[in-house]
């Protein structure tokens, strides 16, 4: 079982930034891969990032350029480091963790979620 604890949500002006944390702890030698989603009100919940654990990375279209996944291992800690944030980029953001095979992710774990406002 692996726990994941979210933490760094706020609000914000347009055009600030701000950064992401993900903890985890447990049996964490059974993530191959890591990511950040959100879902804002009346959406559905999407992909933000993620990062495998041979380091390859992978952004939705809408926050290339400005978002920035990372980890430190000897953290356990997953970052999302959000830049020129926009209003469209309010929502409750969600750490995940698993592993992967292809689209399928198992064991999968959900934090609690984060909420993030940008206000204009």
């Known amino acids: 079982q692996v726990q994941v604890v979210e933490s760094g949500g706020g609000l914000v002006q347009a055009g600030g930034s701000l950064r992401l944390s993900c903890a985890a702890s447990?049996?964490?030698?059974?993530?191959?891969?890591m990511g950040w989603y959100r879902q804002a009100p009346g959406k559905q919940r999407e992909l933000v990032a993620i990062?495998?654990?041979?380091?390859?990375?992978n952004y939705a279209d809408s926050v290339k350029g400005r978002f920035t996944i990372s980890e430190d291992n000897a953290k356990n800690t997953m970052y999302l480091q959000m830049n020129s944030l926009k209003p469209e980029d309010t929502a409750v953001y969600y750490c995940?963790?698993?592993?992967?095979?292809?689209?399928?992710?198992?064991?999968?774990?959900w934090g609690q979620g984060t909420q993030v406002t940008v206000s204009s």
């Open positions: 995940r963790r698993g592993k992967t095979y292809g689209s399928l992710w198992s064991p999968d774990y």
């Open positions: 990062i495998t654990s041979g380091g390859s990375t």
């Open positions: 447990g049996s964490i030698f059974s993530i191959s891969a």
